[in-house]
């Protein structure tokens, strides 16, 4: 009987230590709590688009049996960039290769590895055009966000799209968290979904569909949701299409230096107020919302400012709450398109430099 007893008193103490115990963080959630966590203690990690898969003057070619080592980052300051940025475009089509030459098979790999070896993963999307059979910067017709959309007529065409981008997201495994950062610069008009060619409702429903698509009927519970349309642009501009609370976790913005005929010297100081005024007006909307704020894409193409990481970049976002900065890519096929020094390149110097600032978090 005393034994019985015994049992039972073990038995409740168990089931209330169970009741106090907090819910299991999930996979997204411990992403979550990092990238806050980074931003709380004035962290901010730094990325960089197709780090692994190629760099300036180099590609991995038997991606199978490469340990995928090399980094442009990491010849130049001896870490990997902590956050990987790659690029979906073509996955709608099954192609073997996105949009840039990067082999699914390859970008797949890359991701599991940078994630095991403790990085984070964020993955853009620039998809063909559904309805003319452009690419996503064909802008010829307005008709393409409304011929996606429930009842439209490439409806169904455009559903097998978002069947292969999940079924891609949902082969990195239900544990692996990332960033999905889909119809991306969308007050620009660039781009297909870009702001003259939709309604703000229709691409609220285009990213909600897509929201609702991936979550509920695919239940990928794994993906942390980036707003990002291109900056810069004032408050009220970015809200005006902004999905809901409930379709997004990260709110981001895409700025990039552009050299004028005033110079460079000019063209930095542009960017520096402009990264500062989006960054402050971001900073009042994500506390508002209570989410996440980065700063998705930047850059300088070719770096003609051997300085530019710490004369402009790091001045402009120091101060913000913005959980990673990532650059775009060094492409080797273009030898004038990189955002990030390479071993060799002149201003190398700058960019270990900014990488040694105690609040710039590399891998
Ligand atoms: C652009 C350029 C293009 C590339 C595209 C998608 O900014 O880098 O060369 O195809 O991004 O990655």
Redesign the pocket.
Known sequence: MKNLYCLFAVLMLAACGTGKQKPMETPKDQLVHRLFSFAETGAIAYGH?DDLSYGHAWVVTDWENDPLERSDVKDVTGHYPMVLGF?L?GIELADSCN??GVPFGLMRKAALKHIERGGIVTFSW?PRNPYTGGDAWDVSSDQVVSSILKGGEKYGEFMLWLERAADFIESLGPDTPVIFRPWHENLGSWFWWGVRLCSALQYKELYRHTWLYFTRERGLSNILWCYSPNGPIEPEEYMSRYPGDEFVDILGTDIYEYVGPDGLEEAGVRFGTQVKSMLTALNVLATDHHKLMCLSETGLEGLPDHNWWTDVLYPAIKDYPISYVLT??N?HD?PG?FYAPWKGFEGAGDFKNFSEKEDIVLL
């Open positions: 688009q690029d475009g949009l840039d620039h775009w890519r492409a273009k398109h």
